[in-house]
């Protein structure tokens, strides 16, 4: 008799959890901002673009069933740990430099917390989506455009969410135009200069896990 539960796939629990860590530490990481030449940036462009290079081999490999389980699963957990980090950082301390220290880590200010949830789950839902329509028409061509056009319409929205919540009066409103265009120019180049390594590791996770062992959940996912 067959198990009830499906078999659980190891690459895909390891993509869930790089995909976990990368959106925490994206959030961490945008506190910190930094100037080249007169544009400003956050540190969360180091490492945030490579959830959407997650997300794009998942929905491509496994389908938007598994790229939903992904998604939800990361905000969740990161969810859990926000709550936790602001239980810790209420606890009465000891006054010294590490309680300061650990307050201007941990204490995210709500509108922060609000903006960052609610950019991943748009930026990240629509990446999803835009692969997986575009994999329905083509199959398993046109993988590169499918990559860059996905990346370049979760990126859009995700920065026309976060960064006028979270760093609007931060950031000039004046300058706010310009501060999105760049993110979402960078991180699109990000992406496309990585694409070699995203399509060799596409390969190589449908040679391990089968050829398009997503494509049921592609045609059937309601959209």
Known sequence: MKPNNPKVSVLFMLFATLFTVCLIAANLFAEKQFHIGV????????????????????????????????????????????????????????????????????????RIVLASLAAFLVGSFINAHVMVSMHRHDGSRRFVLRAIMSTLAGEVCDSLIFFPVALGGIVPWSAMPMFVLWQVLLKTAYEILILPLTIRVVRWVRRREGENPGDTHIHHSNY
């Open 39 to 110: 544009v400003s940036f956050t540190g969360a462009l180091l490492v945030f673009p490579v959830s959407y290079i997650i997300n794009d081999v998942v929905s491509e490999v496994y389908g938007l069933r598994r790229a939903r389980l992904l998604i939800w699963s990361a905000f969740g957990f990161n969810l859990l740990f926000v709550l936790l980090g602001a239980l810790v950082d209420v606890i009465p301390g000891d006054g010294g430099a590490m309680d300061e220290a650990f307050h201007r880590v941990f204490g995210l200010a709500p």
